[in-house]
C-alpha cells in the first residue's frame, strides 16, 4: 500500500467515518454530521492551527459536504489553502474549492489570483491543479483573467498540461464561444499534437465545434480517417489498449466525429467507408468495449452517405446485439435498429420477434427502448396497437418526467396518422385522463383546434368528429376527478359544439356545465372555461331565436362569480350577464356561430376612437404621451442604459496596475515557435495547407494530395514503432488488408453461425406464441415464419468450414507461442513479430488474444513468485484465500449495516510499520501479497473481516 | 457529456460525489435519493442503464458498491460503462485489490484519481499509464514533504528529551 493506501488522518477523523458507517438509519448519521459540523466550526476558526491540521479539517468538511450537508462555513478556509505555497496544502485547497464552489460563487474572485499565479508556476504538477480547477471554476466573468495563461500553456513540455489546457480551453468555449473564438485554429492544431492522450482530449472540443458548423471543419475529414486507421491498425502506444483493444475510447470520439462529417456528403463519406468497414472487421464482438465501438460504428454508418456493404456490416451487428442475452446489448440493438430503420426501414421486419421479446420484458429500460423504437416506425398500419401499447404503459409508471414524455408521443402519433375520428378522440381522452396535467398545456390547445379546424377532409367528417367528441365527453364527465387541462377541453368543446347537432338540449349540456363548475370550485381556470362556455350556449341559444331560461342551479353560481374574488371570474360572469339581455341581432355579431377558426382583425391604432379623443382634448383633456417620450420614463431608461454602460466599463480587471505585459507579449512568438516543432508550418500557412488538401478532390485514396501524405508520416513516426516503414509501405500493407477483408468477413460470420444456428433453433422449438405472433404481425405486417427459413438454410453450410479454419488458427498461434517461448522476450515486440505470420496464416483477431492468453498466465506466476521471494511470508496467500472464503460464505445475506464490527478500540499505529512499501508499488494490480497486507492494516483499525459486513473487503474487481 | 459521478453502497450510503453540472446542495441530495431508490432495487440481470429525467444514468454494480454515472442522450451507454470499469481499474491499480473500505477511508485519493480521468465531464485521459505515472507524481511529492516533517518533529523530539 505504502503511498496508496496509508490512513493518513488522525484518530478522530477516523472515528467519524466509523461512527458514520455504523449509523444505523439517516437520522442517526444527521445527528453525527451535526455533531462534526459543530467541532469543525469551532476548530477551523482557531488561530495558528498548524497546516496539516487544517488540511484534515478541510478534507472532514469535503467529507461532511458529500454525506449532503452544508459546509459553506468552511468555504473561505478552503479558498485559503489553495493560496499556500506547499503543493501538497494546494491540491487539498483547490481539491476542496472545486468540489464546494460552483462556477457562480462570489468566493471565486478570491482565487482567480492565485489561479494565475499558479498557471505560470514552473512546477508542472501545481499547473495542473490550477488547471484542474479552472475547469470547474472560472465563470465567463472571469475567463479573460486566465484565458492567455491557458493559451500559453498548450506548448507546455508536459503532455498532462498541454490535456488540459486543452479541456479548459473546451470549457470556456462551452461557457462563453464569443471569448474564445479567435483561438479555435489552436484545437487543429493540438490534433497533431505528438502524445496521444493531447490528441485525444482534443476530440472533444472538436466534436463540439463540429456539431455547431459542420462545415468549416469539412477539411479535416481526411486528417480524422487517417487517425482513426493509425488507431485500428495499432500505431498507439499499447498503453492506450484497452481490453485488447486499440485506444476504443478514441476510436469512438473519431467515429462520432465521422459521423458528424459525413452527414449528407457523399463525398466526405466515401473517404470513411473504407476504415469504417476495417473497424467493423476488426471489433471483438465478445468484449463489451468492443461492442461500444461496434455499436458507434452503427450510429456512424447510419448518419453519413449510406453504403449498402456498411449497412450489411452494420445488419449484421445489430442482429447480434439483439439475439444476445445480455441486456445491455439487447437494448443497444433496439437503439442501433430505431438508427437504422431511417435508412432501410426493411431491416426491423427480421427482428420482429426479437423486438416484441423486447417490449415484454420485465426490465423498465429496455421496454421503454423499445417503445422509443416503435414510436419512431410508427406508420399508418400500426399506429393503433403501437399507440395502445405506449398508453398502456403510460398508465402503469409513475415518473412524471417519462409520463409527460411519452403523452406527448402518443399525441403526436395519434394527430399524425389517427384511422378514424373515433379512435382519435378516445386516444386523447385516455391520454388525458391517466396522464392528467402533465400533459403539455400546447397539446391541449392542439386538441381544441384540431376538433374545431377537423381533419380538413369535408364538413360532413369534420361535424362527425365533434359530435363525437362531444358525446365521448360527455359520458367521461360522469368520472370523478378529471385533470384540469382535460376538463378545459371539455368546456370548451362542449360550450362550442355540445349544441351544434341539436342532440342534446341547451338545457342538458349547461346543466352538465354548471356541474363541472361546481364539482370543481377550487380550479379557478375551469370555473373560467366554464363560464364561458355557458355564455357560448347561451348566445348559440339567442341567437337561434329560442327563449333562454336559466337554469337555477345556473343562476346561483352566476351569483356567485359576480361577487367572486377573481377578476378574471367576475368579469366573464358579467359577460354572460350582458350576453343574456341582448336580442338576436347583436348576439349573433358578438359571438357568430363556429366561428372560432376566423381571423380576428384588430384595428392596432384604435381609430374608432379618434373622433373620441378629438372631443375630449377639445374640452380640455391633456394629449396623451408616448410611454418613452415622457419626462420620468426617460429618466430611468437612460439611467438604464448608463447602467448598462458602466457594468460593461466596470468589468473586473485582472491584471496587475503597474507592470505592463511585455513578458507575456514576448512569449507569444516563443510558443508559435515552440509549435513548429509539432506542425511545421505557423498558422496562416497551416490553414492553407488543409485548405489545399481538400481542394485535391481525390477520387481514389492513394491519389490523395501529396502534402496529406507527408502530414500522416509525421503522425506516424511520432506514435509508430521505430521500425515502421514510411507512406509507401502503409498503402501497400493496407491494401493488402484490404484483399484479406473478405476473408476476414468470412471468418466473422461464421463465428456468428454458429449462435445464429443455435438461437434459430432454439427459437423454434421454444414454440412462438399465436398471441405473439399476433402483435409482431399488427407492428410488422409481415409474416415471421416464411421469412426466417431461408435465413437459417443458408447458415447451416457454414459450420463446417468455420471449425477448419478456427482449427488452423489454434494451430498457427500454438505455433508461434512456442516460438516464442524458446525465444524469451518481452511482449510488445513478441507481438510484432507475430504479426507477419498471423497475417499470412489466418487473417483474424483471434491468435492475438489467444496469443496474450497463453503468455500471460507464465508472467503473473513468474511475478508472483518474484513477490514470495521477496516477502518472506510464502505460506499466508493461501491463509488469505480461505479468509476470505469464508465469512463471505457465512455472512452473504447478512444485510445489516457495516462497519458495526468496527467498535474495538481504534488503531495507535496507523502506519502498520510491518508493511512495506517498495514491494507494494514494484506489484501491479491484484495479488495475494496485497491483499493481505491490507488485511493487517485494516485489522489494526479495528476493523475486521468477520465484521457483519464482508463485502466491504470483497475486491471490487474480484 | 458526464453530468455526474456517484459511488453509492448497498445500502444507500454515499462513497463519493462529483458533480460536473452545476447542482444546488439540495437537488444533489434529491438526485442522490432518488437514483438511490432507482438503482439498488433493480435486479441484477437488467440493464445497467436508467432513464432518469430526460438523462441516461449508466451503473455497475462491483461488490457491494454501485458506481453510477449521469449522461446525456446520445452518448454511448456501453463506452461510458467502460469507463467506470476503466476507473475502477485503475482504482484497483492504486490500491491494489481496492474494495470499499479503500475508498471510504480515502476518498480524497479517489477523488484525485477521478480528476486524473475525468475533466470537466469528460474522458481526459484513457491510458492507465499516465493516470498512474500522475497520480505517482503526484504521491512521491507528498511522501517526500512527510519525511521532512516527520524528521522535523523527530529533530524537535530529541532536542527537548
Same mark, same amino acid.
Given at each position: 500500500? #505504502?503511498?496508496?493506501?496509508?490512513?493518513?488522518?488522525?484518530?478522530?477523523?477516523?472515528?467519524?467515518?466509523?461512527?458514520?458507517?455504523?449509523?444505523?438509519?439517516?437520522?442517526?448519521?444527521?445527528?453525527?454530521?451535526?455533531?462534526?459540523?459543530?467541532?469543525?466550526?469551532?476548530?477551523?476558526?482557531?488561530?495558528?492551527?498548524?497546516?496539516?491540521?487544517?488540511?484534515?479539517?478541510?478534507?472532514?468538511?469535503?467529507?461532511?459536504?458529500?454525506?449532503?450537508?452544508?459546509?459553506?462555513?468552511?468555504?473561505?478556509?478552503?479558498?485559503?489553502?489553495?493560496?499556500?505555497?506547499?503543493? @501538497?496544502?494546494?491540491?487539498?485547497?483547490?481539491?476542496?474549492?472545486?468540489?464546494?464552489?460552483?462556477?457562480?460563487?462570489?468566493?471565486?474572485?478570491?482565487?482567480?489570483?492565485?489561479?494565475?499565479?499558479?498557471?505560470?508556476?514552473?512546477?508542472?504538477?501545481?499547473?495542473?491543479?490550477?488547471?484542474?480547477?479552472?475547469?470547474?471554476?472560472?465563470?465567463?466573468?472571469?475567463?479573460?483573467?486566465?484565458?492567455?495563461?491557458?493559451?500559453?500553456?498548450?506548448?507546455?513540455?508536459?503532455?498532462?498540461?498541454?490535456?488540459?489546457?486543452?479541456?479548459?480551453?473546451?470549457?470556456?468555449?462551452?461557457?462563453?464561444?464569443?471569448?474564445?473564438?479567435?483561438?479555435?485554429?489552436?484545437?487543429?492544431?493540438?490534433?497533431? &499534437?505528438?502524445?496521444?492522450?493531447?490528441?485525444?482530449?482534443?476530440?472533444?472540443?472538436?466534436?463540439?465545434?463540429?456539431?455547431?458548423?459542420?462545415?468549416?471543419?469539412?477539411?479535416?475529414?481526411?486528417?480524422?480517417?487517417?487517425?482513426?486507421?493509425?488507431?485500428?491498425?495499432?500505431?498507439?502506444?499499447?498503453?492506450?489498449?484497452?481490453?485488447?483493444?486499440?485506444?476504443?475510447?478514441?476510436?469512438?470520439?473519431?467515429?462520432?466525429?465521422?459521423?458528424?462529417?459525413?452527414?449528407?456528403?457523399?463525398?466526405?463519406?466515401?473517404?470513411?467507408?473504407?476504415?469504417?468497414?476495417?473497424?467493423?472487421?476488426?471489433?471483438?464482438?465478445?468484449?463489451?468495449?468492443?461492442?461500444?465501438?461496434?455499436?458507434?460504428?452503427?450510429?456512424?454508418?447510419?448518419?453519413?452517405?449510406?453504403?449498402?456493404? @456498411?449497412?450489411?456490416?452494420?445488419?449484421?451487428?445489430?442482429?447480434?446485439?439483439?439475439?444476445?442475452?445480455?441486456?445491455?446489448?439487447?437494448?443497444?440493438?433496439?437503439?442501433?435498429?430505431?438508427?437504422?430503420?431511417?435508412?432501410?426501414?426493411?431491416?426491423?421486419?427480421?427482428?420482429?420477434?426479437?423486438?416484441?421479446?423486447?417490449?415484454?420484458?420485465?426490465?423498465?429500460?429496455?421496454?421503454?427502448?423499445?417503445?422509443?423504437?416503435?414510436?419512431?416506425?410508427?406508420?399508418?398500419?400500426?399506429?393503433?396497437?403501437?399507440?395502445?401499447?405506449?398508453? &398502456?404503459?403510460?398508465?402503469?409508471?409513475?415518473?412524471?418526467?417519462?409520463?409527460?414524455?411519452?403523452?406527448?408521443?402518443?399525441?403526436?402519433?395519434?394527430?399524425?396518422?389517427?384511422?378514424?375520428?373515433?379512435?382519435?378522440? +378516445?386516444?386523447?381522452?385516455?391520454?388525458?385522463?391517466?396522464?392528467?396535467?402533465?400533459?403539455?398545456?400546447?397539446?391541449?390547445?392542439?386538441?381544441?383546434?384540431?376538433?374545431?379546424?377537423?381533419?380538413?377532409?369535408?364538413?360532413?367528417?369534420?361535424?362527425?368528429?365533434?359530435?363525437?367528441?362531444?358525446?365521448?365527453? @360527455?359520458?367521461?364527465?360522469?368520472?370523478?376527478?378529471?385533470?384540469?387541462?382535460?376538463?378545459?377541453?371539455?368546456?370548451?368543446?362542449? #360550450?362550442?359544439?355540445?349544441?351544434?347537432?341539436?342532440?342534446?338540449?341547451?338545457?342538458?349540456?349547461?346543466?352538465?356545465?354548471?356541474?363541472?363548475?361546481?364539482?370543481?370550485?377550487?380550479?379557478?381556470?375551469?370555473?373560467?372555461?366554464?363560464?364561458?362556455?355557458?355564455?357560448?350556449?347561451?348566445?348559440?341559444?339567442?341567437?337561434?331565436?329560442?327563449?333562454?331560461?336559466?337554469? $337555477?342551479?345556473?343562476?346561483?353560481?352566476?351569483?356567485?362569480?359576480?361577487?367572486?374574488?377573481?377578476?378574471?371570474?367576475?368579469?366573464?360572469?358579467?359577460?354572460?350577464?350582458?350576453?343574456?339581455?341582448?336580442?338576436?341581432?347583436?348576439?349573433?355579431?358578438?359571438?357568430?356561430?363556429?366561428?372560432?377558426?376566423?381571423?380576428?382583425?384588430?384595428?392596432?391604432?384604435?381609430?374608432?376612437?379618434?373622433?373620441?379623443?378629438?372631443?375630449?382634448?377639445?374640452?380640455?383633456?391633456?394629449?396623451?404621451?408616448?410611454?418613452?417620450?415622457?419626462?420620468?420614463?426617460?429618466?430611468?431608461?437612460?439611467?438604464?442604459?448608463?447602467?448598462?454602460?458602466?457594468?460593461?466599463?466596470?468589468?473586473?480587471?485582472?491584471?496587475?496596475?503597474?507592470?505592463?505585459?511585455?513578458?507575456?507579449?514576448?512569449?507569444?512568438?516563443?510558443?508559435?515557435?515552440?509549435?513548429?516543432?509539432?506542425? =511545421?508550418?505557423?498558422?496562416?500557412?497551416?490553414?492553407?495547407?488543409?485548405?489545399?488538401?481538400?481542394?485535391?478532390?481525390?477520387?481514389?485514396?492513394?491519389?490523395?494530395?501529396?502534402?496529406?501524405?507527408?502530414?500522416?508520416?509525421?503522425?506516424?513516426?511520432?506514435?509508430?514503432?521505430?521500425?515502421?516503414?514510411?507512406?509507401?509501405?502503409?498503402?501497400?500493407?493496407?491494401?493488402?488488408?484490404?484483399?484479406?477483408?473478405?476473408?476476414?468477413?468470412? *471468418?466473422?460470420?461464421?463465428?456468428?453461425?454458429?449462435?445464429?444456428?443455435?438461437?434459430?433453433?432454439?427459437?423454434? +422449438?421454444?414454440?412462438?406464441?399465436?398471441?405473439?405472433?399476433?402483435?409482431?404481425?399488427?407492428?410488422?405486417?409481415?409474416?415471421?415464419?416464411?421469412?426466417?427459413?431461408?435465413?437459417?438454410?443458408?447458415?447451416?453450410?457454414?459450420?463446417?468450414?468455420?471449425?477448419?479454419?478456427?482449427?488452423?488458427?489454434?494451430?498457427?498461434?500454438?505455433?508461434?507461442?512456442?516460438?516464442?517461448?524458446?525465444?524469451?522476450?518481452?511482449? $510488445?515486440?513478441?507481438?510484432?513479430?507475430?504479426?507477419?505470420?498471423?497475417?499470412?496464416?489466418?487473417?483474424?483477431?483471434?491468435?492475438?488474444?489467444?496469443?496474450? #492468453?497463453?503468455?500471460?498466465?507464465?508472467?503473473?506466476?513468474?511475478?508472483?513468485?518474484?513477490?514470495?521471494?521477496?516477502?518472506?511470508?510464502?505460506?499466508?496467500?493461501?491463509?488469505?484465500?480461505?479468509?476470505?472464503?469464508?465469512?463471505?460464505?457465512?455472512?452473504?445475506?447478512?444485510?445489516?449495516?457495516?462497519?458495526?464490527?468496527?467498535?474495538? =478500540?481504534?488503531?495507535?499505529?496507523?502506519? *502498520?510499520?510491518?508493511?512495506?512499501? +517498495?514491494?507494494?508499488?514494484?506489484?501491479?494490480?491484484?495479488?495475494?501479497?496485497?491483499?493481505?497486507?491490507?488485511?493487517?492494516?485494516?485489522?489494526?483499525?479495528?476493523?475486521?473481516?468477520?465484521?457483519?459486513?464482508?463485502?466491504?473487503?470483497?475486491?471490487?474487481?474480484? | 457529456?458526464?453530468?455526474?459521478? @456517484?459511488?453509492?453502497?448497498?445500502?444507500?450510503?454515499?462513497?463519493?460525489?462529483?458533480?460536473?453540472?452545476?447542482?444546488?446542495?439540495?437537488?444533489?441530495?434529491?438526485?442522490?435519493?432518488?437514483? *438511490?431508490?432507482?438503482?439498488?432495487?433493480?435486479?441484477?440481470?437488467?440493464?445497467?442503464?436508467?432513464?432518469?429525467? *430526460?438523462?441516461?444514468?449508466?451503473?455497475?454494480?462491483?461488490?457491494?458498491?454501485?458506481?453510477?454515472?449521469?449522461?446525456?442522450?446520445?452518448?454511448?451507454?456501453?463506452?461510458?460503462?467502460?469507463?467506470?470499469?476503466?476507473?475502477?481499474?485503475?482504482?484497483?491499480?492504486?490500491?491494489?485489490?481496492?474494495?470499499?473500505?479503500?475508498?471510504?477511508?480515502?476518498?480524497?485519493?479517489?477523488?484525485?484519481?477521478?480528476?486524473?480521468?475525468?475533466?470537466?465531464?469528460?474522458?481526459?485521459?484513457?491510458?492507465?499509464?499516465?493516470?498512474?505515472?500522475?497520480?505517482?507524481?503526484?504521491?512521491?511529492?507528498?511522501?517526500?514533504?512527510?519525511?521532512?516533517?516527520?524528521?522535523?518533529?523527530?529533530?524537535?523530539?530529541?532536542?527537548?528529551?
Amino acid at each position: 500500500m #505504502g503511498s496508496q493506501g496509508g490512513f493518513y488522518q488522525s484518530k478522530e477523523f477516523l472515528d467519524l467515518v466509523k461512527s458514520i458507517g455504523e449509523a444505523r438509519s439517516k437520522a442517526e448519521e444527521d445527528r453525527i454530521v451535526l455533531g462534526e459540523i459543530e467541532t469543525l466550526k469551532r476548530r477551523i476558526s482557531e488561530p495558528d492551527i498548524p497546516k496539516r491540521k487544517m488540511k484534515e479539517y478541510i478534507i472532514r468538511l469535503v467529507y461532511v459536504e458529500m454525506l449532503g450537508h452544508d459546509a459553506s462555513f468552511g468555504y473561505i478556509h478552503a479558498v485559503k489553502m489553495t493560496h499556500d505555497n506547499s503543493l @501538497l496544502v494546494k491540491r487539498t485547497g483547490y481539491l476542496a474549492v472545486t468540489l464546494f464552489l460552483n462556477e457562480d460563487h462570489d468566493l471565486i474572485i478570491l482565487i482567480v489570483n492565485t489561479i494565475q499565479k499558479d498557471l505560470t508556476s514552473d512546477n508542472y504538477l501545481v499547473v495542473c491543479a490550477a488547471l484542474n480547477a479552472v475547469c470547474k471554476l472560472i465563470n465567463e466573468e472571469t475567463i479573460p483573467a486566465v484565458l492567455p495563461l491557458v493559451v500559453e500553456l498548450l506548448a507546455h513540455p508536459k503532455e498532462a498540461v498541454r490535456k488540459k489546457a486543452i479541456m479548459a480551453l473546451h470549457r470556456f468555449y462551452q461557457k462563453s464561444p464569443s471569448s474564445v473564438s479567435h483561438l479555435l485554429s489552436n484545437f487543429r492544431k493540438r490534433l497533431c &499534437d505528438n502524445d496521444p492522450g493531447v490528441m485525444g482530449a482534443t476530440l472533444c472540443p472538436l466534436f463540439e465545434l463540429i456539431t455547431i458548423d459542420v462545415n468549416s471543419y469539412k477539411d479535416l475529414v481526411m486528417s480524422f480517417v487517417s487517425i482513426l486507421k493509425q488507431v485500428a491498425e495499432r500505431r498507439l502506444p499499447k498503453a492506450y489498449d484497452y481490453h485488447q483493444m486499440p485506444a476504443p475510447f478514441i476510436q469512438i470520439k473519431l467515429l462520432k466525429i465521422l459521423a458528424l462529417l459525413g452527414s449528407g456528403d457523399k463525398q466526405a463519406s466515401e473517404n470513411m467507408y473504407a476504415v469504417v468497414g476495417d473497424i467493423f472487421k476488426k471489433c471483438d464482438s465478445s468484449s463489451n468495449i468492443g461492442n461500444a465501438v461496434l455499436y458507434e460504428c452503427i450510429c456512424c454508418v447510419s448518419t453519413i452517405y449510406s453504403n449498402p456493404k @456498411l449497412l450489411e456490416f452494420a445488419a449484421d451487428a445489430i442482429s447480434r446485439f439483439l439475439k444476445s442475452d445480455s441486456h445491455n446489448l439487447k437494448y443497444m440493438g433496439i437503439d442501433a435498429l430505431g438508427r437504422l430503420i431511417k435508412i432501410s426501414p426493411e431491416i426491423a421486419e427480421q427482428h420482429q420477434l426479437a423486438v416484441i421479446d423486447c417490449l415484454e420484458d420485465p426490465d423498465d429500460t429496455l421496454k421503454r427502448k423499445t417503445l422509443e423504437l416503435l414510436y419512431k416506425m410508427t406508420k399508418s398500419t400500426n399506429v393503433e396497437v403501437i399507440v395502445d401499447r405506449m398508453i &398502456d404503459y403510460m398508465i402503469n409508471i409513475n415518473d412524471n418526467h417519462y409520463k409527460t414524455e411519452i403523452a406527448s408521443r402518443c399525441v403526436e402519433l395519434a394527430e399524425q396518422f389517427a384511422p378514424s375520428n373515433q379512435w382519435f378522440i +378516445q386516444t386523447m381522452n385516455k391520454v388525458f385522463m391517466h396522464a392528467g396535467d402533465l400533459v403539455n398545456t400546447k397539446v391541449a390547445h392542439n386538441l381544441m383546434r384540431l376538433i374545431a379546424e377537423g381533419f380538413g377532409e369535408d364538413d360532413d367528417t369534420d361535424s362527425q368528429l365533434r359530435s363525437s367528441a362531444v358525446e365521448s365527453y @360527455l359520458h367521461i364527465l360522469g368520472e370523478s376527478k378529471l385533470p384540469s387541462v382535460f376538463l378545459q377541453v371539455i368546456c370548451w368543446v362542449l #360550450g362550442e359544439y355540445g349544441t351544434a347537432d341539436g342532440k342534446y338540449s341547451a338545457s342538458y349540456i349547461t346543466g352538465k356545465l354548471c356541474d363541472v363548475a361546481e364539482a370543481y370550485s377550487s380550479d379557478e381556470t375551469v370555473k373560467a372555461y366554464a363560464v364561458t362556455a355557458l355564455t357560448k350556449i347561451y348566445a348559440f341559444e339567442i341567437a337561434a331565436g329560442r327563449k333562454v331560461d336559466m337554469l $337555477p342551479e345556473c343562476q346561483s353560481l352566476m351569483e356567485e362569480f359576480l361577487a367572486s374574488h377573481s377578476t378574471d371570474l367576475q368579469q366573464r360572469a358579467y359577460e354572460l350577464q350582458a350576453v343574456i339581455g341582448l336580442d338576436a341581432h347583436a348576439v349573433e355579431s358578438i359571438m357568430p356561430s363556429d366561428a372560432n377558426c376566423e381571423d380576428i382583425e384588430v384595428d392596432k391604432n384604435l381609430s374608432f376612437l379618434t373622433g373620441y379623443i378629438q372631443d375630449s382634448i377639445e374640452n380640455g383633456a391633456q394629449p396623451y404621451i408616448p410611454e418613452n417620450e415622457r419626462s420620468g420614463m426617460l429618466k430611468i431608461s437612460n439611467f438604464r442604459n448608463q447602467d448598462h454602460h458602466e457594468t460593461s466599463a466596470h468589468s473586473l480587471r485582472f491584471e496587475a496596475y503597474e507592470l505592463p505585459k511585455q513578458t507575456v507579449q514576448s512569449r507569444i512568438p516563443l510558443t508559435s515557435l515552440a509549435s513548429t516543432e509539432i506542425v =511545421p508550418v505557423p498558422e496562416p500557412i497551416y490553414v492553407r495547407e488543409i485548405y489545399q488538401t481538400t481542394t485535391v478532390p481525390s477520387a481514389s485514396s492513394d491519389a490523395g494530395s501529396t502534402e496529406l501524405k507527408l502530414r500522416l508520416d509525421g503522425v506516424q513516426k511520432k506514435w509508430g514503432r521505430q521500425t515502421h516503414s514510411p507512406a509507401t509501405s502503409t498503402s501497400s500493407s493496407t491494401s493488402q488488408k484490404t484483399d484479406n477483408g473478405i476473408t476476414q468477413v468470412d *471468418g466473422s460470420n461464421t463465428s456468428n453461425s454458429r449462435t445464429l444456428e443455435t438461437y434459430d433453433s432454439r427459437k423454434q +422449438q421454444v414454440e412462438i406464441t399465436p398471441e405473439k405472433q399476433k402483435l409482431a404481425a399488427s407492428l410488422f405486417g409481415g409474416s415471421s415464419k416464411s421469412e426466417k427459413k431461408p435465413a437459417t438454410g443458408h447458415k447451416i453450410s457454414k459450420p463446417s468450414s468455420h471449425i477448419v479454419e478456427r482449427s488452423h488458427v489454434r494451430k498457427s498461434s500454438l505455433e508461434i507461442a512456442s516460438e516464442k517461448k524458446a525465444s524469451i522476450q518481452p511482449p $510488445p515486440d513478441l507481438l510484432d513479430f507475430g504479426e507477419p505470420t498471423v497475417n499470412s496464416a489466418a487473417p483474424s483477431v483471434d491468435p492475438f488474444k489467444e496469443l496474450e #492468453g497463453l503468455l500471460e498466465p507464465t508472467t503473473q506466476v513468474d511475478s508472483a513468485e518474484n513477490h514470495g521471494s521477496t516477502a518472506a511470508a510464502t505460506k499466508s496467500p493461501d491463509i488469505m484465500g480461505l479468509y476470505t472464503e469464508t465469512p463471505a460464505g457465512i455472512y452473504n445475506k447478512d444485510d445489516s449495516d457495516i462497519l458495526s464490527g468496527l467498535s474495538n =478500540p481504534p488503531v495507535r499505529n496507523m502506519l *502498520g510499520g510491518t508493511r512495506s512499501m +517498495q514491494v507494494a508499488q514494484s506489484s501491479k494490480g491484484r495479488n495475494l501479497k496485497n491483499s493481505l497486507e491490507k488485511d493487517a492494516l485494516v485489522r489494526q483499525m479495528g476493523v475486521t473481516p468477520s465484521s457483519p459486513n464482508p463485502n466491504l473487503f470483497k475486491d471490487l474487481l474480484g | 457529456m458526464i453530468h455526474f459521478v @456517484l459511488l453509492i453502497s448497498r445500502q444507500g450510503k454515499v462513497r463519493l460525489t462529483k458533480w460536473y453540472s452545476p447542482y444546488s446542495q439540495k437537488e444533489r441530495t434529491k438526485v442522490i435519493r432518488e437514483l *438511490g431508490g432507482v438503482i439498488l432495487s433493480r435486479g441484477p440481470k437488467l440493464c445497467n442503464f436508467v432513464d432518469w429525467r *430526460g438523462f441516461k444514468v449508466v451503473y455497475k454494480r462491483y461488490a457491494s458498491l454501485y458506481f453510477c454515472m449521469c449522461i446525456d442522450q446520445d452518448d454511448n451507454e456501453l463506452e461510458v460503462l467502460e469507463i467506470i470499469h476503466h476507473f475502477v481499474e485503475i482504482l484497483d491499480r492504486y490500491f491494489g485489490s481496492v474494495c470499499e473500505l479503500d475508498l471510504i477511508f480515502n476518498f480524497h485519493k479517489a477523488y484525485y484519481i477521478l480528476d486524473e480521468l475525468l475533466l470537466a465531464g469528460e474522458l481526459q485521459e484513457s491510458s492507465k499509464k499516465t493516470v498512474a505515472r500522475l497520480i505517482a507524481a503526484q504521491d512521491s511529492l507528498v511522501e517526500t514533504a512527510k519525511e521532512q516533517a516527520s524528521s522535523i518533529s523527530n529533530i524537535i523530539a530529541q532536542a527537548t528529551k
